[in-house]
């Protein structure tokens, strides 16, 4: 079509979005740009076009929708959005208004509030261990905190969650899912459209100071009304994702996990990677304002561009070792919030819920275990999940330390004879993470020797010394290391002893 590949998929077939990291090698590998004969319209799934299209809104316009609808041919199902559905001029004015309302400077002196409600939050779910990480924290915590941000009255707040479903769903076609969602959410859109109304909230919040705006001339009440709104229909459902997301991650890799409480400070990192490995947000859509040729075709002026964000952050032509979770990766361009003006107005919301809720897992955790595997829930635009079942273990005061497996495992795999294995233990030790041998962590080696060992006391170091063994070895036979996950690529196995820590 066009100069460009036709696949025979559709991206909102209940199979395709059941798991759609399935299908996103052949979209990206078909070509920059691709067909998509079921929608009739075309796809970008790399990184360099999907970023490029994102920031260039001049030719990729949102004013026309970002669904498959296009705004200049049929009616929406709901107003369009004042922020992400419009572009400059208009978009100047609304983003500005809202840039001053959501101040940084503002959420950060709320966030000793949010730490002490997250913090409260995980020692409640460790007093029973086995929790939901989707209903128990994901939903849980940000609407013990975003409603008060916005001053939404303190009835109904759980409406958000299938109202911010219903939103995603309709940027794709009237299928099953839509219909269903849009059936199942009548109460929800009702409380939502009356909340989002000036009566309605309360003084100080975001919402409010919206109004405020208005009264002041910088917007009309009309659009006052629909911006409050913008806050709604995003700034939930996203973030219960992103934060189940992250623990789904941590807890299928628990080798992240070990490093993440080695050094807390990682904290912002993972969260990054989980927005770029985990694909919240999967697509969103631009509208042509022009002709564009690319890559050898065209696409004609007017027509609908569907841009896979999640599979341009896993995109190998951008990332190494992409399907990997990985927090001390570099995330630097990840289009998990969008790119370009229209990025996401609440990606400090949610970056900060986050980092409340980080803080308080590596406090009180020492380790996050996955005890079923998770569901998910179909979305037309989001890799929504409905359950994350894992068991919470309570840490002992050990935060910082490297995490160790018992002395048998090492007589097993290293032949060392008892009285060796009760004075040494397994260590991962982590590639350029300093850490105190005084605090019995592991010490910083500057190679990665990967699965090989040698045998002999190489050196000493204060009361460390540490042992290599010359035989190769493979932790994916090692039951008691294997739920450690895979060995990764910056992790080093290490046998170190310290007076009185084994």
């Not at 459209?193 to 309360?202: A, D, F, I, T």
């Not at 341009?312 to 979770?325: C, I, S, T, V, Y």
Request: aromatic residues 8%; proline residues 6%.
């Amino acid at each position: 079509m066009n100069g460009f590949p036709a696949l025979d998929l559709d991206p909102f077939d209940e199979g395709f979005l059941a798991d759609p990291y399935l299908q996103h090698p052949q979209l990206r590998d078909a070509g920059p740009v691709v067909w998509l004969e079921s929608i009739g319209c075309f796809a970008m799934a790399r990184h360099a076009e999907v970023q490029a299209a994102l920031k260039d809104w001049q030719t990729y316009v949102s004013g026309r929708g970002v669904g498959l609808a296009d705004f200049s041919r049929e009616e929406p199902f709901r107003p369009p959005s004042l922020l992400l559905e419009v572009d400059p001029p208009l978009h100047d004015r609304t983003r500005g208004l809202m840039n001053k309302v959501t101040s940084l400077a503002g959420l950060r002196a709320g966030m000793p509030l949010w730490r002490d409600k997250a913090s409260a939050l995980v020692a409640r779910l460790l007093e029973g261990g086995h929790i939901d990480a989707v209903a128990d924290l994901g939903e849980a915590y940000p609407l013990s905190v975003f409603p008060d941000l916005i001053g939404l009255r303190d009835n109904g707040r759980e409406h958000l969650i299938p109202y911010g479903t219903t939103v995603f769903n309709a940027f794709g076609p009237r299928n099953r899912i839509l219909e269903e969602g849009i059936a199942a959410a009548g109460e929800a859109i009702a409380w939502v459209n009356e909340s989002c109304q000036r009566q309605h909230l309360k003084p100080h919040g975001w919402g409010m100071q919206v109004y405020e705006a208005a009264d002041r001339g910088d917007c009309t009440p009309a659009e006052a009304e629909r911006l409050v709104r913008s806050f709604l229909s995003a700034g939930v459902d996203t973030t219960v994702n992103g934060l189940a997301n992250l623990v789904l991650a941590l807890a299928q890799n628990p080798d992240q996990w070990v490093l993440l409480r080695a050094d807390p400070t990682l904290g912002k990192k993972a969260f990054e990677e989980s927005l770029r490995w985990g694909g919240v947000i999967q697509t969103f859509f631009r509208t042509t304002s022009r002709s564009v040729d690319i890559a050898g075709g065209m696409i004609p002026k007017g027509s609908k561009v569907l841009l896979f964000l999640a599979a341009a952050n896993r995109d190998p032509r951008r990332w190494d070792n992409p399907d990997a979770f990985d927090i001390a990766r570099n995330t630097s361009g990840h289009v998990g919030f969008g790119f370009g003006i229209h990025q996401c107005l609440g990606q400090m919301v949610a970056r900060l819920e986050a980092e409340a809720v980080l803080d308080a897992l590596v406090a009180q955790v020492a380790e996050i275990r996955p005890s079923a595997l998770p569901t998910f829930r179909l979305n037309n635009t989001l890799r929504a999940l409905a359950h994350v079942p894992v068991q919470l273990i309570a840490a002992g005061g050990e935060c910082g330390k490297a995490a160790r497996f018992p002395t048998r495992s090492a007589e097993r795999r290293f032949g060392l004879h008892p009285q060796q294995a009760a004075q040494f233990g397994i260590i991962i030790a982590v590639k350029q993470h300093k850490t105190d041998p005084r605090h019995g962590c592991a010490a910083v080696f500057p190679t990665v020797i990967g699965a090989h060992l040698h045998h002999d006391i190489a050196r000493r170091k204060g009361s460390f010394a540490f042992f290599h063994h010359q035989r190769q070895f493979a932790f994916d036979h090692d039951p008691e290391i294997d739920r450690f996950g895979p060995v990764h690529k910056g992790v080093l196995p290490v046998l170190l002893w310290r007076h009185g820590i084994f």
